[in-house]
């Protein structure tokens, strides 16, 4: 068996900081522009992830962290071919004038004016570069960063990195796809295989496939399975292809527009064609009997100040539309018809909006839904149904030719005659083909299930089939898309059509909101966030408006094309892989399965037709969910896995979770399913990774990292133990000793997720521990966790590790002679230094350091703005409730700096109170003594920490004090 590097260390900083310019990218994300999946992991951690587990590890751990992030082009080598943006003079000039021994050497190549920094005049351009390379050199890795491109950008690395990494490695690579395949066949003897059972977006295939690797990819839903499909096969195309592809997009277009141009039915009474409309929903007031257009907001565009206006016309309102409004019909315009209930204008009284509905509370206590249900073969409301739907504004475009260029001007109006007319038009044209064109296919037929998500649109608006989500005027224009997406003969043109209709379903629906917003007036996703919100208006596209979601990017890479994907129950996977990279769903995690159905509804046939071997429902009932059959599932999945997993094989599971419990369970699952722990680490995804430095940790991505379990041993608890403190203690040295100070790799909640790890390794390592009944210990560890031995076995763990986790410049002896209470002070002073204002991270040393009771140490206990108290704030207060404080040496020289301040600054005073409570034991605690006020003064120079100045001030002369006293 080979260790792997990935069991040994991990780059889990620079991964963070890469992971977290990767997701920034938003639109510039590889992979999102195909279409909408949730929690999509970023390319950059999964192909470090599969790098770290085919590299092996040597004996030479630095240098095998050298070669990594060599090979990861996040060395510097690899930053001065990423770099992509030149350095301003200016940050040139600022990086050199810090470095002093430098400095001498270049300040005679910048010229400063008062408002300018520039180069010399006689200063060559190649001197320039060389300048600016070398400051660049000097950033911090963040800085650097923002003057690159991502890794996944740069084609390759240069030939002298290649021999630096083939030195070490024995192999003759010249790319990437070479490494990986020379690696494989050393350890396997076959190139790699890499599958994923949960691909979703398909992250983890694509990135496999883009390094080379073999790759499997399936996941239980068609959707994501379809996008996993895409990622190898559009990401993937060849330039024949794609051009193929850009042509068949384009094909499509035109004969969608040319069919709606030919019914113009998006061009008014002066010939202007359609961007979006407005519509709103409309409800009787039950107070007056008024018919009241509902919306919260009558804003339609913030930039062009447009809005629109209603005046009363007998029992309804008519709809004005004005641009250019002043800012008092803004500012009342703002104020709409739904501020939370409905407000009616007309008699201005509120009415609740489960009041229009008729919702009543039945015999059992539960609401029983008012509204009336939709029927199948209905698209718009019933005359008498409480909620009816109007438009109340269209966005129109002017094209003229001024001085022979097209020019176009965009504008707002209220339903014309014409709009009028051509609203009338569409309906007609549903009303006649709409069971038709849901016979073959073309726009959904199927029901709403009831769920967690898609309940709201039964109870909010009676909508009991998919296709009422969409308007005639969207049903028209999309089922034109659909039929010719059908009718290509060409997979991947099909493919690519099915994710384009997607796109526009999510961007063209009953539930795309209106945004007003400067530099927007346009309609916003279905799918802005996880849910399925009704909204009481919204903005449709017109064909126009589409062309942006019809043609999205295809990001295009060369990738291995062996691939297996597929769509399949994780359960049923007979494939073997080497390693297995899953994210699987998580408890609290996103209801897949319901939001799928959004987009299953439509693309049932042509999912169908384009893969005759696969299904196209979402498969609720197998989706793994957070209830009571979570441990279940994944102990079927899992096992199923770990029998298809080759013998020197990998596992790494990505999860969310920081809490010993939710450890304990994916670890007695693992277990369960035959796998044994061997590391983890923990990625900041979601976050600025600097922000994390100190404390709250959940937000990142954990990567467990397992092997199958092979040990036929049994062992019993109590002869664990002091494994367990080895192994944990070994692991936690063995990062620090790689760490560097400069640029840290690791923080405390690293060092605390090895210490679980190292536990959870020891314990899996065995086949069964003697006091340990699996069932039931799953079972403690998710309903009564505080009886579970696993859980109490990884508390246990981070107590270890915080005896490790040192302040930087503190002194191991000294710090091990600090009681807990003391220790948490200085950590929590540490984080506070940081910027780190956070409550859970005292909460968290608190655990760490095994304190009840802290509260008299803080001078704010709120969630963001939390610190402790400085030595005024003590003041000579006793502190009764924080065990081994009160009489510590730390509150001894709190007690002195105060003293010192409120006695007209004289640090003596406070000497002399030192000397006298320690009387004898003054001069053997002076390096204690010096230690604590050294790490108090340190906060004078931090900007934020302004309330420690005064303190800060005195402990520097209480220092010196100290320091030069001599016997
Ligand atoms: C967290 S997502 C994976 C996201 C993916 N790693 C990515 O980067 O896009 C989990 C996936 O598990 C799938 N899933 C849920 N239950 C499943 C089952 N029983 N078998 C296979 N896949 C399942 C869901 O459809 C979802 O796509
Ligand atoms: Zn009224």
Redesign the pocket.
Known sequence: MTTAFIEKQFPVSKVSKESYKERKANNGQTLTGLGK?????PLIL?RAAILGCLMPASDDAVKDKAIFLKILSMDEAGFEQRKNKKLPVAVIYNVLEKRYALWESCKDYFTIDEKDISFAQEIEREQRDELELLAFSLLGYDEKQSYCMRPEHLENLSKASWAEINALLGTKATSLPELIEELSIRRFGHNVIVG?????????PFEAARMGCDAYG????PV?SL?TWADIHLCGASEEELKEIHKFQQDVYESVDKEIEELGIERNEKGDRAISYLYCAEARCPECGMKVPLAPSWVIGKGTKTIAQWVENGDHYDVTVKMGATAAEMAAAEKGTVPGDMLCPHCGKSTPISVLRHDTVGSDGKVVYGLRLWRKDEFEPAPDDVFQERLYAVKYEHTEIVKGKEKKTRYYQAPSECDLQNEEKVRAIIRENFSKWQQEGLVPSMEIESGDKTDELIRTRGWKYWHQLFNPRQLLTLQMFMGKVMASPILLCRVAGILGVNKCFDWNSKLSRWNSGVGNEKSEQTYYNQALNTMTNYGNRSVNGLSPSWYYDINNYVVNHNCVLGL????DINTTCDFWI?????KD??N??EL?EFFLAWDKKLIKEAFPEWYADS?RV????GDEHFSQ?MID?YANLTKHTSDDGIHVV?FTHSDPAVWAQLALIMWKAGLTVTAAWNIATETDASGLKDGNYVKGTVLLVLRKQTNEDEAFLDELASDIKREVKQQIESMQKLDDKEDPNFSDPDYVLAAYAASLKVLTSYKSIGEIELNHELNLAINSPEKSEVVKLIERAKKIAYDFIIPPEFDSYLWKELAPAERFYLKGLEAEKHGNYQISTYQEYARGFGLTSYSQLMANEKANSARLKTPSEFAMRQINDVPNFENGILRLIFGAIHISIHEDEQPDKGLWHIKNTLQEKYWSSRDMLKQLLAFLKETSAIATMSHWHQAAQMAEHLYVLIDNDHI
């Open positions: 999946w949730w929690g999509r992991k999964v994923d059972c949960f691909s979703g977006g398909g992250s983890i399936s996941d239980l839903n994501a996008l399949a129950d994780a359960r899953t994210d699987p769903p998580y995690a996103v897949y399965h799928s498969k197998l989706a793994v969910r599932t999945i990505m």
